[in-house]
């Protein structure tokens, strides 16, 4: 069966510190991988997603970036966070051919 | 741009109560719309989803419905329970283009 695995759970980082979030999907080969945020009293945003290897497509304009360097993960990274950055990170995966979309359990970051 | 809108934002009702919540959506060419459940704190949970062909889902206490032509859908929960409280998000697909998501209704069943 096909599982997402996300960590850390839970992040505090400072102001300016670098960020790295990772994502791997089991049981599936060549999924579309996908990087939301939800900041509190606010939708979930779509930052990033990936189609293959190396294909990484934005969103939205800001300090982060995304990488697939393999086919079932995914990464997203800061160099310098700010504040604004805090919120909660959620990863999903889709089969291409299962329509429906499965999300991570999420990583609550807080900058201080 | 497609937009999604869910109404209310926020609904408290009684234990047992049957309820409704509503999605609308401004492009009505989607592939698929998926009805999520989120906890405090967690991610999100799969509960329906509606192929465009299709009119309805039920699993369970929950029925999803579709009318792609008016861009809306509605979630029915029939005798609801404490357990069910929660953030439900609504959000479709347009194919290739990624999911794009409601804010969600967060509900309260008071037992």
């Known amino acids: 069966s096909q599982t997402i695995h996300q960590w850390p759970a839970t992040l505090v980082q400072p102001v300016g510190s670098p960020l790295s979030l990772e994502c791997t999907v089991e049981g599936t080969s060549n999924p579309n991988l996908y990087w939301y945020r939800q900041a509190a009293g606010r939708g979930l945003q779509l930052l990033f997603y990936s189609v293959g290897i190396g294909q990484i497509s934005s969103e939205v304009p800001q300090n982060l970036s995304a990488s697939r360097p393999q086919d079932r993960q995914f990464i997203l990274s800061s160099k310098k966070l700010l504040l604004s950055d805090s919120g909660f990170y959620l990863c999903a995966w889709k089969d291409r051919k299962i329509w429906g979309y499965t999300f991570g359990s999420g990583t609550r970051l807080t900058v201080v | 741009k497609q937009e999604v809108t869910q109404i209310p934002a926020a609904l408290s009702v009684p234990e047992g109560e049957n309820l409704v919540l509503n999605c609308s959506f401004t492009?009505?060419?989607?592939?698929?719309l998926q009805w999520f459940r989120q906890d405090p704190g967690k991610g999100l949970t799969s509960l329906l989803l509606?192929?465009?062909?299709?009119r309805e889902q039920t699993s369970g206490r929950l029925n999803a419905s579709l009318d792609k032509s008016s861009g809306r859908s509605t979630l029915y929960i029939a005798a609801s329970q404490p357990g069910d409280s929660a953030t439900y998000l609504c959000a479709v697909n347009q194919g290739n283009t990624p999911l794009v998501f409601g804010k969600g209704t967060r509900l309260s069943v008071i037992a």
């Open positions: 509606i192929q465009s062909s299709q």
């Open positions: 492009d009505s060419a989607i592939y698929n």
